[in-house]
């Protein structure tokens, strides 16, 4: 299995990206910072509370991102409504598309990872739309505000 070209590590120094020369690029939570501690506990639940601009969506991002080395990890990140998805969407394309062979599908609202693993995008916006999710096999469910 190819190890992704995008890698999340845990922070030893101020910086949130590193670009090598000829190396993966490195995307790192700040340290002990609310982002650190969702993507690096173990606790199966878990939650990050905060206004915009805190990093929430990024650590979201990176949460799921630690699992996509495993061929049958299915991600799924939720927001209120579609309108809703642009930015989490951008947020999501920074994070997986460095690596030239993840691959996204606009219409589906998913990202391909190279070992298999994928992680959808979705919207619950009526009372009724959790019936689109029923029978779907997910390893990591998410809402997003």
């Known amino acids: 299995m190819h190890a992704l070209l995008l890698m999340v590590l845990a922070m030893s120094q101020p910086v949130d990206a590193i670009e090598d020369d000829d190396g993966p690029r490195i995307i790192r939570p700040f340290p002990n910072s609310p982002q650190e501690q969702l993507v690096t506990t173990p606790v199966f639940e878990s939650s990050l509370y905060g206004g915009r601009g ?11 991102m630690r699992h996509t080395p495993h061929p049958k990890f299915r991600g799924l990140i939720l927001r209120r409504t579609i309108p809703e998805l642009a930015d ?19 219409t589906e609202k998913r990202y391909y990872f190279p070992s298999g693993a994928n992680i959808w995008l979705s919207a619950l ?19 997003e505000e």
Do not use: P, S
């Not at 989490?88 to 606009?106: A, T």
């Not at 916006?125 to 809402?143: I, K, S």
């Open 54 to 64: 805190r990093g929430g969506t990024f650590g979201l991002g990176l949460k799921m």
């Open 88 to 106: 989490l969407i951008d947020k999501c394309n920074e994070l997986y598309l460095n690596d030239k062979r993840v691959r996204f599908n606009m």
């Open 125 to 143: 916006e009526r009372h009724e739309d959790w019936r689109r999710f029923q029978g779907h096999n997910l390893c990591a469910l998410a809402f």
